[in-house]
């Protein structure tokens, strides 16, 4: 059925002789998988990957791409891909029957690199990905199936799979990526805590020919008259693709629902009798909003779609487990290294349970608003719809889905002092802003890289750089045109930490806050720095 996208086919590799030997493997090619590989690859960790197809994935999955996320692809490299290639969008609608009730604007201030969202069918991320994974010398093999596995002190033994025959392979370290159907999850016996949702959706990839009369907007209808009684959400994509979620209710058959016949019309419909279209891919999902218990297991580690599953409505899910790789991929880096102990990875489970909690929470709230299991909550849905359409006060009660946001570890282990008052503090993602580097405009998030470094906003200062702890290098930024610093012309990178003047601001690898400090000294500097890498925790005061 696809006819934009032709799916690469990537050779089989060798099977090994003998039992072998990894320090890091990672389960599932996929979206997150590869994010991972690629942020420890640039790490320096020798990684390899395991996946049972030859291919990226089939239809386009995840396609809304939030601005964190966009801005870890480009810390990542690939960054102006996504913008390149997707479609950039920051406004939506909202529609209940046959009219508008109102619309939104999810980034009304400028000053950011990367938009709010950009859609793009996941199989160009995956394409993208692996390729930077194959440059930064990650080893990829495909058609390696992973058929047994056994956790021990050290690692895991696991039994591989492949046209060829089967192989032993000792991980000191094992990253289950292979999604939700995770074979690893399933046999180590991780249950799921949560709640599967009573209810069915379609997807329908329609490409469309011809002129459109839908802008680039995320467009939501409850109850519209071409599908009575039910939601429908549209997204557009590259390739004049354009993503159509119905939702067709529990007593619906899935099987007969996905038939060619079944979904065009259900297309006509929508856009009419006189628009030409092709389907390019269908799929039907039921909503699951639900997590295992721990992310850590010893030495196996759960990202992703194996660790914890949201309903689309959202875009919660493909966006979590990027962000729980971004998390990952240093600790574990610095664990290798020796620059931190084993217990750094425990902060994995501090940070992102927490964080796809809120996300399950939200797309929990999102499902009841969407598919109301009572009269009682139809009632209230339909009236809340009604007076948002003239009342702004309604508007934050409307949820057709309460779009990804990234998150802040406000309550992490690693977080150090906060310093002052206002703007990005510990545990939040580092804000970007324009800068200027000697008269170029240049971007502040990409001056940040993999490492830690301390934010100065001030002008440079040889004593403070040569008393820095190894590993942690100095960014300055002034408000004044000053060699040797980033000049914040704008104002807005100093706004956005709300930093005062000689302000300091340290940043892990992952570009989240470590600590704050009104004043750098060095340490301090060094204190939260083995607070970040759970160094000597106990002599470091909160």
């Known amino acids: 059925m696809p006819s934009t996208y032709a799916n690469p086919r990537y050779p089989a ?69 996504f913008t390149e290639k997707g479609i950039t969008w920051k406004t939506g609608r909202v529609f209940h029957g046959d009219r508008e009730a109102y619309h939104f604007d999810l980034l009304p201030e400028q000053g950011h690199e990367y938009p709010a969202f950009v859609n793009l069918q996941q199989y160009y991320a995956e394409e993208w990905l692996v390729e930077a994974c194959r440059a930064a010398g990650v080893e990829i093999r495909w058609k390696h199936r992973i058929s047994r596995v056994v956790p021990d002190e050290s690692g895991a033994a696991v039994i591989v799979d492949t046209p060829d025959g089967g192989y032993a392979l000792h991980a000191d370290w094992l ?10 999850r399933d046999s180590m016996g991780l249950p799921f805590t949560g709640q599967v949702f009573r209810d069915r959706f379609l997807i329908a990839d329609v490409v469309i020919k011809g002129d459109m009369a839908f802008p680039t907007e995320r467009w939501f209808w409850f109850d519209p008259p071409f599908h009575p009684g039910q939601s429908v959400l549209l997204h557009k994509q590259p390739d004049d693709v354009w993503r159509i ?14 038939q060619p016949e079944k979904v065009i019309a259900r297309v006509q419909a929508m856009l009419g009798p006189d628009v030409p279209f092709e389907l390019e891919w269908v799929s039907v999902y039921t909503f699951r909003c639900r997590r295992i218990e721990r992310f850590r297991h010893g030495r196996v580690l759960f990202a992703g779609d194996a660790a914890h599953q949201v309903s689309p409505f959202g875009a919660r899910g493909g966006n979590a487990g990027v962000q729980d790789a971004d998390n990952l991929a240093w600790k574990l880096a610095a664990v290798l290294a020796g620059r931190a102990p084993e217990a750094l990875l425990d902060s994995y489970d501090a940070e992102r349970v927490p964080a796809n909690d809120e996300n399950i929470l939200n797309s929990t709230r999102s499902t009841d608003f969407i598919t109301p299991k009572s009269e009682a909550a139809r009632g209230y849905r339909d009236a809340v719809l009604e007076l948002a359409a003239r009342h702004a006060f309604a508007r934050p009660l409307v949820n057709s ?30 804000p970007d802003a324009p800068v200027l580097q000697a008269g170029r405009p240049e971007w502040l998030l990409r001056h940040l890289g993999d490492g830690f470094r301390l934010l100065v906003f001030g002008p440079p200062d040889a ?40 302000g300091a601001v340290l940043l892990r690898p992952d570009q989240h806050v470590a600590a704050r400090f009104a004043a750098p000294d060095p340490a301090a500097i060094r204190a939260a720095l083995d607070r970040a890498l759970m160094r000597n925790t106990a002599e470091v005061p909160a």
């Open 401 to 430: 889905g309460r779009l990804s946001r990234p998150a802040t570890y406000a309550e992490s282990p690693l977080n150090g002092p906060a310093g002052w008052d206002g703007g990005a503090g510990p545990g939040a993602p580092a």
């Open 463 to 502: 004593a403070l750089i040569a008393a820095l702890p190894q590993g942690v290098a100095a960014i300055f930024v002034t408000a004044e045109e000053t060699p040797g610093a980033l000049f914040d012309h704008a104002g807005l990178a100093a706004a956005r930490f709300a930093a005062p003047r000689g």
């Open 245 to 258: 979620d119905f939702q067709l209710g529990w007593d619906a058959d899935p099987e007969a629902e996905k």
């Open 13 to 81: 590799a060798p099977t090994p002789h003998g039992a072998e030997h990894r320090p890091v493997v990672i389960a599932g090619a996929g979206l997150v998988g590869l994010t991972l590989a690629l942020d420890l690859a640039r790490h320096g960790v020798a990684v390899t990957v395991l996946d049972e197809d030859d291919t990226v994935s089939f239809g386009s999955r995840a396609i809304c791409f939030a601005k964190r996320t966009l801005e870890i692809f480009g810390r990542l490299g690939i960054g102006a891909r």
């Open 175 to 184: 990253l289950a990526c292979d999604g939700a159907r995770s074979f690893i």
